[in-house]
């Protein structure tokens, strides 16, 4: 069974700090990779995925990832954060080919100062 | 395009009560799953469902249970409820695989 782990539970950053949320999944396999972002009071909306191809994909807001597959990574970056990117963030792996399920990290809450 | 919407939003129940909750998906979505989020374990996989079929299902007692209709509407149900059980019910839609979750807004439980 896969299994993710986001070591940073709650990050703080002033605005215009660049961001680094750390993602890593177990699975012995083939992957697809996943950020979800939860804005206060709102749905869970997908910033971006990975299914194959360039391992560095471009999501929305500004929003990049990595994947690196030697180091069972996916780590979410953004260059400059700004106070409406305070919001909890899911990584989450589904194993390719499997069923639509996908295995959710505990979430990392970003809160950006004004 | 409507999103996926959640019936009930919020609801409260007593311990041993059921609850059944609903979801319609994104129009032309097929798939529909359904996840629970609490503050201690997460965001955990329920089940999901396909063409009115079960397709897979997480590592939840037998107390949940679901259904999907001929239009992908889908419930929930959770019997004899326990206080555990409180949670935010999400359910998510899809249309195909791999491809992108649309989460709902989801169904606060409150067991009392």
């Known amino acids: 069974a896969q299994s993710v782990s986001q070591h940073n539970h709650h990050v703080i950053l002033s605005e215009a700090a660049s961001l680094e949320l750390g993602c890593n999944y177990s699975y012995g396999g083939t992957v697809n990779l996943f950020w979800y972002v939860q804005y206060p009071g709102q749905h869970l909306q997908l910033l971006l995925k990975?299914?194959?191809?360039?391992?560095l994909v471009k999501g929305i807001k500004g929003f990049e990832a990595e994947f690196i597959k030697s180091k069972f990574s996916f780590n979410l970056r953004k260059p400059s954060v700004q106070w409406s990117d305070t919001a909890e963030y899911f990584c989450a792996v589904n194993a390719r080919g499997s069923a639509r399920q996908l295995t959710f990290g505990s979430g990392t809450q970003l809160t950006v100062l004004p | 395009k409507a999103g996926v919407t959640q019936t009930p939003r919020y609801l409260i129940k007593t311990r041993g009560q059921q609850v059944t909750l609903s979801c319609s998906p994104i129009s032309g979505h097929r798939s529909v799953s359904w996840y629970q989020q609490t503050p201690g374990q997460g965001l955990q996989f329920l089940f999901e469902?396909?063409?009115?079929?079960?397709?897979n299902k997480g590592n939840f007692p037998g107390r949940f249970s679901g259904r999907q209709f001929s239009n992908s509407r889908s419930e929930m149900n959770v019997s004899t409820l326990e206080l555990g059980d409180s949670a935010l019910y999400l359910c998510?839609?899809?249309?195909?695989?791999?491809?992108?979750?649309?989460f709902g807004e989801g169904s606060r439980l409150t067991v009392l």
């Open positions: 990975y299914f194959s191809g360039d391992p």
């Open positions: 998510a839609s899809s249309s195909r695989w791999p491809g992108e979750l649309f």
């Open positions: 469902y396909f063409s009115e079929t079960q397709r």
